[in-house]
């Protein structure tokens, strides 16, 4: 997020800083100082579906269904394994999406930003496979927050950020509660989440749409009255978004639907100007009409999904397969044989605020980003059964990561390699199996402290959150400090002091992946002393000074 463009109360503003503080810890002084032929294989070879269910056991071999958060990525990535599992009726997709589920509802879950809205997706797909009540519940929470609780621009528009940034419109907000407002009106057959959909199409058009290209902006600050980027700088996944929302939209509407007709348009420009953006490889690049940008995965992706879909259903002329074959044909080169055997999505941009030209071009790049995954599997299920050449790039170079650690160091190889997949919760456990075995030794007790410290921010910022859309009091957020968050300082202080008091460890971390409360950006080349201890413990008297303030 960023903080150029957010407002927050007093009150607010204090809890966030506490907030920030206590992620930060550790963090500010560790970091370093210093052409292949598109359907190829014959028709019993292999397909873009048998692609498509190595794509999802991968990440399911990776991360516990459990581990998965409730952000936008979340949702992206649970929308696509749902249209496998829909696709191929295979259990044990549906049983993964339902073990995230249930134990997000037991967990406890919110919405208080746009960004929560898309987990929604997968919520109806749910209710329309297994029924339970539960998940009807969660779409009436939806519900609830975009009609009763969210902010709202002069004009309507749905706030983006919550209490994290105003009366601001952020384009990605028309795909994460449009895709699941489209969803509820096909599955609950209520034309009201339609029309709170079109309604906002109005007002994003409004702001942000450019009428002789169809593209769209990214944001729209209300109480400033400006747009950002100021410039005509179009950034892929932002209008990707509001593609495959525009082809969710009109091909669940009836077709005689005023709507539809209404803004079919508005799909048939945008498709025309994305056909006239395509890169040679058949991808796009992250700003659409710059060729100097890198091309981008996840909106690629996207752009398939949406070009296929919406030809098949015949809302966009035929021509536009034409599209589709080229984009999968380099979105096969995004695709990487991992150490292990499964597929790795690369090149996928992380998570991009507005910025204007500089911002969008300097966004990194990763692998296996929740929502580049998602939109892959969204754009191999979609095109099925068309054959591919399956022939992928395989790892130069894989680590030795012991699969049953024994040794202290190899507790220690396996953890950081964990924050690399961002198996925080694995991570974590190796951390403290170190220190069980070299107990007075820095770099289990400080690794254990950085996880343990994100765990805590993260009960203190959902706290802090439901405060702000009254589903709890400013007594109960105080209870979490006193109960929850104070106890766990208490714990990475005698963790630090361990650390501080062994002058020769040094742990370095090249790769952080966090991937909750959506951050989906890295942490890179983090190096940790007995100094960065010394550091963390001041920083966090402040915090908990803070901390004793709010309780």
Request: with cysteine; hydrophobic share 35%.
């Given at each position: 997020m960023n903080p150029a463009h957010l407002?927050?109360?007093?009150?607010?503003s204090t809890g966030w800083v506490a907030v920030t503080l206590l992620f930060s810890l550790l963090?500010?002084?560790?970091?370093?100082?210093?052409?292949?032929?598109?359907?190829?294989?014959?028709?019993?070879?292999?397909?873009?579906?048998?692609?498509?269910r190595e794509i999802a056991g991968t990440w399911m071999g990776t991360l516990k269904a459990e581990q998965i958060d409730w952000s936008w990525g979340d949702g992206v990535l649970t929308f696509g394994l749902s249209q496998l599992a829909g696709s191929t009726g295979e259990e044990e997709y549906w049983d993964y999406l339902q073990t995230w589920m249930d134990h997000r509802i037991q967990e406890g879950y919110y919405f208080a930003f746009s960004d929560n809205c898309p987990t929604g997706i997968a919520a109806a797909r749910l209710f329309e496979e297994a029924g339970e009540s539960r998940y009807r519940d969660v779409l009436d929470r939806i519900w609830n927050y975009l009609s009763n609780v969210a902010d709202r621009t002069s004009d309507g528009g749905l706030n983006h950020m919550g209490f994290l940034s105003g009366k601001q419109i952020w384009v990605d907000?028309?795909?994460?509660?449009?895709?699941a407002l489209n969803e509820m009106s096909r599955l609950l057959e209520d034309p009201v989440y339609w029309e709170e959909l079109a309604r906002q199409i109005r007002v994003f058009s409004t702001h942000l749409r450019n009428p002789e290209n169809g593209l769209f902006l990214h944001m729209w600050d209300d109480d400033d009255q400006k747009r950002i980027p100021v410039e005509d700088t179009f950034w892929a996944r932002g209008n990707a978004w509001v593609f495959v929302m525009l082809v969710e939209f009109l091909t669940t509407l009836p077709e005689q639907s005023p709507l539809r007709q209404e803004f079919l348009p508005h799909l048939t420009l945008m498709a025309d100007t994305l056909a006239g953006l395509q890169a040679d490889s058949g991808l796009w690049h992250t700003v659409l009409y710059d060729p100097g940008t890198y091309q981008e995965t996840s909106a690629s992706a996207l752009f398939a999904y949406g070009f296929h879909k919406s030809t098949r259903l015949g809302l966009l002329d035929s021509v536009n397969m034409a599209v589709v074959r080229k984009t999968m044909r380099g979105l096969e080169s995004r695709l990487v044989r991992g150490c292990n055997g499964g597929l790795i999505v690369s090149g996928t941009s992380h998570g991009?605020?507005?910025?204007?030209?500089?911002?969008?071009?300097?966004?990194?790049?990763?692998?296996?980003?929740p929502y580049g995954v998602g939109a892959l599997l969204l754009a191999t299920v979609e095109v099925g059964d068309w054959s591919t050449q399956g022939d992928f790039a395989e790892r130069t170079s894989c680590p030795d990561i012991p699969e049953d650690p024994q040794t202290a160091e190899e507790y220690i190889t396996r953890a950081v390699h964990r924050l690399e997949l961002s198996d925080l919760e694995g991570a974590y456990e190796d951390f403290n199996a170190f220190s069980s075995l070299e107990s007075g030794r820095g770099e289990g007790s400080i690794g254990s402290a950085l996880i343990q410290a994100f765990f805590a921010g993260f009960e203190v910022f959902d706290a802090y959150t439901r405060t702000t859309i009254d589903e709890i009091g400013w007594g109960e957020f105080q209870q979490v400090?006193?109960?929850?968050?104070?106890?766990?300082?208490?714990?990475?202080?005698?963790?630090?002091?361990?650390?501080?008091?062994?002058?020769?460890?040094?742990l370095h971390i090249p790769v952080m992946y966090i991937n909750r409360r959506g951050l989906y950006t890295p942490l890179l080349d983090l190096r940790f002393t007995a100094g960065n201890a010394r550091f963390g413990l001041g920083l966090l008297d402040i915090v908990e000074g803070v901390f004793r303030l709010l309780s």
């Open positions: 407002r927050t109360s007093t009150r607010c963090l500010l002084a560790a970091c370093s100082e210093d052409e292949q032929t598109f359907g190829s294989g014959s028709p019993e070879g292999p397909t873009f579906l048998s692609v498509a907000s028309l795909f994460m509660f449009g895709v991009t605020d507005p910025g204007e030209w500089e911002h969008y071009a300097s966004i990194t790049l990763g692998d296996q980003v400090i006193r109960e929850e968050a104070l106890p766990q300082i208490a714990e990475i202080r005698q963790k630090l002091v361990t650390a501080e008091q062994d002058d020769d460890f040094s």
